[in-house]
C-alpha cells in the first residue's frame, strides 16, 4: 500500500463530526482509516502541525470515534518510518511553506489546509491527499494536479452536494478522473 496524505476533515467525518455527509460517507472515511492502520504509510511534516491540526479537533486521549482511534494509532506510530513519514516543510510566514506546489494558488487557500499539499509535494512519491467533505478543494485539485498532487475525493457526491449548497449559485466543479 502506498502512502497518503490525510487531510483533518477525514477523522471528523470518522468520527460523526460532520451532518452534511451521508452514512455511506462516514463508512467510506471509517473503512479508509481502519485499513491505513492496518498495512500503508501516512505521511506528516516533521514539526507535526498536521497531528497539532488534528489534536485541535478530536480527542486521542478518550477515543469515541474511529478519527480519534487513528489519531492516537498515528500519535504511537508517529517514529515508525514504516508507517509514517516524516516530510521537512519550511514555513517561510505562518502556515506559509516554501513546498506548497503552488505559490499563486496558496494565498487563496485555507490556511489550515495548505500543510496537506505541501506535505504531499514535499514527499518524493507525491502521495495523494485524501478530501472528504472539504468543498473548496473542489475549485483547487486542478491546480494542484498541474504539479503533481493529487486529491482523492473518497466522498465525491457527498462534497459536490456540499458545494452545492454553500455556493448555490457557482456550476459545481468536476471531480478528478478516478485512476
Not at 73 to 88: I, S
Not at 100 to 127: E, G, I, N, T, W
Request: glycine share 2%; charged share 20%.
Amino acid at each position: 500500500m502506498s502512502a497518503v496524505v490525510i487531510d483533518t476533515n477525514v477523522l471528523l467525518v470518522a468520527n460523526g463530526m460532520h451532518p452534511h455527509v451521508s452514512a455511506p460517507c462516514c463508512t467510506e472515511c471509517v473503512t479508509r482509516l481502519q485499513a491505513r492502520q492496518k498495512a500503508g504509510v501516512v505521511v506528516i511534516d516533521d514539526a507535526f502541525r498536521i497531528l497539532k491540526e488534528y489534536q485541535k479537533k478530536t480527542r486521542p486521549n478518550q477515543p469515541k470515534g474511529v478519527g480519534d482511534v487513528f489519531l492516537k494509532w498515528l500519535l504511537q506510530n508517529a517514529a515508525n518510518q514504516q508507517r509514517v513519514h516524516q516530510v521537512p516543510l519550511t514555513e517561510t510566514a505562518p502556515k506559509e511553506f516554501a513546498e506548497f506546489p503552488d505559490s499563486a494558488l496558496q494565498p487563496h487557500f485555507d490556511a489550515s489546509d495548505r500543510v496537506f499539499a505541501a506535505a504531499a509535494h514535499a514527499h518524493p512519491d507525491k502521495p495523494p491527499i485524501w478530501q472528504a467533505s472539504d468543498c473548496k478543494w473542489l475549485a483547487w485539485w486542478p491546480q494542484l494536479h498541474a504539479y503533481g498532487v493529487k486529491v482523492e475525493f473518497l466522498c465525491p457526491a457527498d462534497v459536490q452536494q456540499v458545494y452545492a449548497s454553500k455556493f448555490p449559485k457557482r456550476p459545481i466543479p468536476d471531480l478528478p478522473k478516478r485512476a
